[in-house]
Structures are given as C-alpha cells and as structure tokens.
C-alpha cells in the first residue's frame, strides 16, 4: 500500500487499480473516526436487476437456515441497490457496531453524506463478514491487505 497527503487528508492506494482511499474518516451514525485497515479490488459485471441474484450467490449459501428477521435484513440490504447506478468507482462502507448491527453506506462521489440502511441480524452480518474474510473470499487481495493492517496496528 502507498500513502498520500492531499490537503489534510490521508489516503492510500489499492496496488492493483491505483485507486485511492482515505485512511480515516467520519460517517453519519458513528461516533468516532473509522480507521482503514485494508483494501481490496473485485471484479463483477452485473446489470443492477441482477443485484439480488449477486447477493444471493454470495450471502444466502452463507446463511444456513434463514429466519424471518435473516430474509428482512436481506430485502432491506437487496433495497439499498435497487435503482441506484452502480458506475465505476462506487464505494460501499459496511461498519459493523456489533455483532447484529451493520451500517451500510454508498458513494459515487467519495465519502458518503449519509447512512443507506441499516441491517440488523447477526446471520446476515456475519455471512457478509464471511463473503470477504472467510476461507472463500470474493477479494482475497482485500483479506490479506486487511490482516496485514491488523497486524500493523495490534504491534
């Protein structure tokens, strides 16, 4: 990972896109400054009609039985893309608060200016966890570079 300055704030740069990120920064419904730890870069052409089908790949197998509050979180996730252009450079915050809380937010433009849901079910938190840091993840590169910053901040 590269780190820059650009007025006052940080950003680091995904080796395999050059695209940058910021390395701190505050959004709406979280009380302290979030801190990047890793990033990662993933491919998949889809139509946004196809974002269910998407999700469904990635999540439901994760899910082993889903309950009624599993299948509410996932229409309320499933929500947040329908009619929204998904163009390139679109950036998708997940912060989890806890184990059954996630704050999802999307941007085109940068940081996001405010919350875009929120989903409420450890089930389904804790198969989006595992979409990108289980034993199968749809970004390695996003995995190890987080591990690696964990690693950097836990010396």
Do not use: H
Request: glycine share 8%.
């Amino acid at each position: 990972m590269k780190f820059s300055c650009v007025g006052s704030a940080e950003y680091t740069e995904e080796p395999a896109t050059k695209a940058r990120f910021q390395t701190s920064l505050n959004l709406p419904g979280c009380s302290t400054s979030l801190s990047l730890l890793g990033t990662g870069y993933r491919e998949k052409v889809f139509a946004i009609i196809g974002v269910k089908g998407a999700l469904d790949e990635a999540i439901s197998p994760r899910l082993k039985e889903a309950t009624s509050l599993d299948k509410s979180a996932l229409s309320t996730f499933r929500s947040i893309f329908q009619g929204r252009p998904l163009k390139k450079g679109t950036s998708i915050f997940f912060t989890g608060l806890d184990p059954s809380k996630m704050l999802v937010y999307v941007s085109s433009d940068g940081t996001p200016s405010s919350l875009d849901a929120t989903i409420e079910s450890e089930n389904v938190t804790s198969a989006l966890f595992d979409v990108f840091f289980g034993d199968a993840p749809v970004s390695p590169s996003l995995k190890t570079s987080v591990a690696n910053g964990l690693e950097t901040i836990l010396k």
